[in-house]
């Protein structure tokens, strides 16, 4: 099954504070909050949410299609997603904007303080699906994951308009979303993503209870981070599959994006909830060893080996759809 994949294609800058943020916060200061970090080090690196699933699916054999809008800077990091076998056929260029920008810091509890500078990712409205989908490639789902609030809800109205089964994710743009947005995202959705507390804001802003939100969208995966990842469906018990454990953490920009990859590039192939969870949690441990959204390569005897270890002799087995289909 193919996938397209909407959202943000950005450039990360990503820098390490030796500290922990926790401590320079003074809770009777915290209404005039003013804090500078003296940071170790400095990764420009390839990524927006988008642009990092679509880089881990493409690593799978599965030649995703992303959807997105860049800047005329965007050049060389076409031909990298290019070359991992991504279909950018979905890209506009924007000659007025430059691509996003996503600054962050991380501590050494692995927190993060971030900001997002849309640029030409403010201009995804404008670009339509309908002439994208069709044909002898149309894709069996759509990913509707973090980007202009406008461009989220029209691409998941064109979905239910197409019959195209879409995800959401809609996560860090949880924060500009109002309840009437979050609810049309998810309506309908045969699979939501959140991490934990985007799962409690969705709750929130949508005015629904748990039960509400199982009724409205088909799966509902939910990170953990450490603790691994729970997925619900109405009507059944809830799943909980672990973390990898001891996974050493370089950066963890990243790696819910690559849970994504792995996740979907599993259930694309017919893999059940189960082992396609495992899979997604195996490679977000390798994508939190390295710095870097696209620092990784889709290695799938590497990825074999930690699905067994971690879950047991013979784990891998459900996976040999996907695991044996990298070209």
């Given at each position: ?91 506009r ?31 995804a ?39 195209i089964?879409?995800a ?112 997604g949690?195996?490679l ?44």
């Open positions: 099954m193919r996938i397209a994949v909407t959202g943000s294609i950005a450039t990360d800058h990503l820098m390490v504070f030796p500290g922990r943020f926790a401590d320079q916060l003074l809770p009777d200061q915290l209404a005039h909050l003013s804090l500078s970090f003296l940071v170790d080090g400095l990764e420009v690196r390839r990524g927006g949410v988008a642009a990092n699933i679509a880089f881990g699916l493409g690593g799978f054999g599965l030649s995703p299609l992303l959807v997105g809008a860049v800047g005329t800077d965007f050049a060389e990091y076409e031909v990298w997603l290019k070359e991992h076998g991504v279909d950018t056929g979905g890209v260029v924007c000659a007025e904007r430059q691509t996003a920008r996503f600054m962050c810091i991380a501590d050494q509890d692995a927190n993060q303080i971030a900001a997002f500078y849309a640029g030409a990712m403010t201009q409205h404008d670009i339509g699906l309908s002439a994208l989908v069709t044909g002898p490639e149309r894709p069996g789902l759509a990913l509707i994951s973090p980007n202009d609030p406008s461009a989220m809800l029209r691409h998941t109205a064109e979905c239910r308009a197409l019959g089964p879409f959401a994710d809609p996560s860090q743009q949880l924060a500009r979303l109002d309840g009437a947005q979050v609810r049309a995202l998810v309506d309908g959705a045969t699979w939501l993503f959140t991490n934990e507390y985007e799962a409690a804001l969705l709750k929130e802003r949508t005015g629904w209870s748990h039960q509400e939100v199982l009724a409205a969208a088909g799966t509902w995966v939910t990170t953990l981070g450490g603790k691994g990842v729970r997925a619900e469906r109405a009507g059944s018990p809830p799943l909980v599959v672990p973390a990898v454990p001891d996974t050493p953490v370089a950066d963890p920009t990243g790696a819910g994006d690559a849970f994504r990859a792995g996740f979907l590039a599993a259930v694309s192939r017919g893999v059940p909830l189960e082992p396609a969870a495992r899979l949690c195996a977000a441990s390798v994508v939190l060893g390295v710095v870097g959204s696209q620092a990784h390569h889709i290695d799938l005897p590497q990825l074999s080996g930690i699905v067994e270890r971690t879950y047991g002799p013979g784990a891998a087995g459900p996976l040999a759809s996907v695991l044996g289909a990298q070209s």
